[in-house]
């Protein structure tokens, strides 16, 4: 059951989470992580060029 995952409970109560893409521009992607529950986003944007 315990597995080596985002400690994500203590945002929400939910144990699964997933890469949101939420922008791309000219390449660079913004990706959030986010609860696949209750999508909340569980840490800041992250952007990659
Ligand atoms: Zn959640």
């Known amino acids: 059951m315990t597995m080596n995952t985002y400690s994500i409970t ?3 109560p939910h144990d699964i989470a ?3 893409v939420i ?5 660079c992607e913004t990706t ?3 609860c696949t529950e209750c999508k ?10």
């Open 32 to 34: 959030v992580l986010t």
């Open 23 to 27: 922008d791309a521009v000219c390449g």
């Open 40 to 49: 909340k986003e569980l840490e800041p944007p992250k952007t990659e060029c």
């Open 10 to 12: 203590e945002v929400c």
């Open 18 to 20: 997933y890469i949101k």
